[in-house]
């Protein structure tokens, strides 16, 4: 791609501008260390890698505008307050430019040049981004991702919906709904720190790539130490190897049919169990190349039952009670006597990943508003969103910090809306004000939405109102009255 000095250092000052409300987290050292980790050039042209970050953004934060109104919506906003006139480039000759001279005769981008850039653009360097910030924030604040000694961890999977083009049903597949039309589908495996909802690693991959797959490569990077707590759809014999061979722990449900030998009882509904290697496993090979397999392995299963549920249990490799006790896994939020609400168990707390799924797709709007007809560009958008969702809920953290509430009771969505309607303050007032006066302001309106707690509250599921097989039962009913 060629260079063009003065409209990368025009990008660089609109960049600038348009990030003020995270500008203290995406510094230009951490694209810098990025780029460096990712074994790619940041570049020095106006589409670089720093520049295609914050399009990224700001594609997730305007789900409304397509990708030609975001490249002018800033030029737009500081050329009608007087704070940019765009001009032309200097020739340095009195030779005639010719046609085909990419320098151009504005400071503006096409949106062929974007496009072009972004399906060059490195995933390496977004899941870099990623690391960096979630690095920075657990030297910031490392009580927040910790739970007695423990740093609390959460993974599961969802599905992403995509536009219907046929390119992305060949790169990623499409659903299976019967009679209705088949729609495309990415999905995206995630590991999280469920206490303050902050995404670390993920991956996107296609419909048909197992769950089970991708964690097993996510697991790879835990340290010593590391609490994974897990949904029972990743219940498996050789990702639990897997773990402990990293030192780390996990938390799951029991699945049903697995047969566990008793070995010790270490109390009331708490015992500790032999499981040996299922035959399936060793037929399917899958974990054949992890080092060390052992024909068995010796698992904590602590059963609970909830009122109005049906019984379960957590099963973890955590066997020393005095670590964590059966009441710390599986305890209900409640409020004592005082009035002070006390805590849902650890296993519990798993439920914060899904709850970021839903203001990530939902609220945020990643679900139904990605505009690309690429995997690239999929992939490209994604990130923007992560991104976007780690930057917001870290405010979100120096919101309730300064007002002293907890990071989770404060409003996802409110939060997006006071961003956006401050944008425009912080984009046209000197760093002077933004400094003092506009951020400030920002945080304490963020941290003014506060969410009522209601322990021992549930929902039924939107789906368990319909009745299954409904369609059918009265196709019959009326075709016995014909």
């Known amino acids: 791609m060629f260079k063009d000095e003065q409209r990368c250092n025009v990008w660089d000052r609109i960049r600038q501008h348009d990030l003020r409300v995270f500008g203290d987290m995406l510094t230009p050292a951490l694209m810098k260390q990025a780029a460096q ?3 790619v050039n940041l570049g020095n042209n106006p589409l670089n890698h720093a520049n295609l970050a914050w399009l990224g953004i700001a594609a997730a934060l305007h789900t409304t505008k397509n990708f030609a109104n975001l490249l002018v919506c800033t030029f737009k906003l500081l050329e009608d307050a007087g704070l940019w006139k ?14 085909h001279s990419p320098y151009g005769k504005t400071t503006a981008v096409s949106e062929e040049a974007f496009v072009q850039a972004r399906q060059l653009m ?19 604040h490392p009580d927040a991702v910790r739970w007695n000694g423990f740093r609390l961890l959460a993974i599961d999977g969802t599905e992403i919906a995509l536009p219907y083009w046929k390119t992305l049903a060949d790169a990623f597949g499409t659903s299976r709904n019967g009679r209705r039309r088949k729609r495309p589908q990415a999905r995206m495996v995630m590991l999280a720190f469920p206490q303050c909802r902050l995404p670390w690693r993920y991956e996107l991959t296609p419909r048909s790539c197992h769950e089970q797959t991708s964690a097993a490569r996510l697991v790879e990077h835990l340290e010593p130490q590391d609490l994974l707590l897990m949904d029972r759809g990743f219940w498996s014999y050789g990702l639990f190897w897997q773990i402990q061979r990293r030192k780390a722990f996990f938390g799951i449900r029991l699945r049903a049919g697995v047969l566990l030998k008793t070995s010790k009882s270490l109390g009331p509904d708490d015992r500790l169990v032999e499981w040996k290697m299922p035959k399936t ?3 399917k090979c899958v974990w054949k190349s992890l080092p060390d397999l052992p024909k068995s392995q010796t698992l904590r299963v602590i059963r609970y039952h909830v009122a109005g549920f049906r019984p379960s249990a957590v099963v973890t490799n955590i066997l020393d009670p005095k670590s964590v006790s059966r009441e710390d896994w599986v305890r ?11 805590e849902a168990g650890l ?3 798993r439920w914060e990943i899904e709850t970021m799924f839903c203001e990530l797709k939902v609220r945020q709007g990643m679900q139904g508003s990605l505009r690309s007809r690429t995997a690239e560009g999929v992939a490209f958008e994604v990130a923007g969103h992560v991104l976007l969702y ?3 809920r870290w405010l979100i953290f120096e919101a309730a910090q300064s007002c002293g509430a907890p990071p989770l009771r404060i409003s996802f969505t409110e939060a997006l809306r006071e961003i956006e309607d401050i944008r425009h303050a912080l984009l046209l007032a000197d760093p002077q004000r933004v400094r003092q006066v506009l951020l400030p302001r920002l945080l304490q309106r963020i941290a003014q939405h506060i969410v009522l707690l209601r322990p021992g509250r549930h929902y039924p599921r939107p789906a368990d109102r319909y009745k299954k097989h409904k369609y059918r039962k009265t196709t019959k009913r009326l075709t016995k009255q014909t």
């Open 37 to 39: 980790a990712a074994c």
């Open 86 to 99: 765009p001009t032309k480039p200097k020739s340095k000759s009195k030779r005639r430019r010719s046609k």
């Open 122 to 140: 490195s995933m390496d360097f977004w899941l870099w981004l990623l690391l960096l910030l979630a690095q920075r924030f657990q030297e910031k």
């Open 281 to 283: 496993s060793r037929k």
């Open 332 to 342: 209900m939020a409640t409020a004592d006597e005082a009035g002070r609400v006390l």
């Open 347 to 349: 296993y519990h707390r």
């Open 390 to 392: 780690f930057l917001t």
